[in-house]
């Protein structure tokens, strides 16, 4: 069954450091999504990207976030300078069509010291 | 979006049906419901979804009255395994080409042995 892979999936950090996360969604899908989850809390969104530009952004995306699709098959999420609150599991998801379900990867933990 | 209601938590017996049943009163015309489950330190896994009536897979049952305010998830004999937190999502297509899920706090199952 194909499903998303994320790669690291644990990324230690300093503080102001940039960091990339990687995902692999499904092949045939169209929409690709981050969340996070910061430990102990809820699964947040952050932002929705479809057809190279995003679709939908929440206010956690602030300009220290972007996301790129680099290639046919990479979906990434950058933190261009990591604040301690970034800790958290951050989880790639994709779906075929917009209502479709959406599949999680596994994660990455991110951990900024 | 619609917010959604479940109980913070419950605990079942190994081999009994848990029935987990979320609120979700300003549901719109177009908005589909969902559960997920997610174990520690995984993403969520997609359980089943429905509009209305019920829904059947290989893994759950999902019962959406005619007024939609409410949807059950149904686990028929559960296992240890079946430990994990059960989220409720109702969302529909926001306008912008994006599906945002918006997750709850869940419900943490804990099966007993």
Known sequence: E???TQTPSHQVTQMG?????????ISNHLYFYWYRQILGQKVEFLVSFY?????????IFDDQFSV?????????LKIRSTKLEDSAMYFCASSERVQETQYFGPGTRLLVL | LA????????DS???QEVNITCSHNNIATNDYITWYQQFPSQGPRFIIQGYKTKVTNEVASLFI????KSSTLSLPRVSLSDTAVYYCLVGGDSGAG????????????????
Not at chain 1, 18 to 23: A, F, G, P, T
Not at chain 2, 3 to 10: A, G, R, V
């Open chain 2, 98 to 113: 994006s599906y945002q899920l918006t997750f709850g706090k869940g419900t943490k199952l804990s099966v007993i042995p």
């Open chain 1, 68 to 76: 790129e699709r680099p290639d046919g098959s990479n979906f990434t």
């Open chain 1, 17 to 25: 450091q940039e960091v990339i996360l990687r995902c692999v969604p």
């Open chain 1, 51 to 59: 057809n190279n530009e995003i679709s939908e952004k929440s206010e």
């Open chain 2, 3 to 10: 917010k959604t209601t479940q109980p913070i938590s419950m």
């Open chain 2, 13 to 15: 017996y190994e081999g």
């Open chain 1, 2 to 4: 194909p499903e998303v």
């Open chain 2, 65 to 68: 009255p005619a007024d939609r």
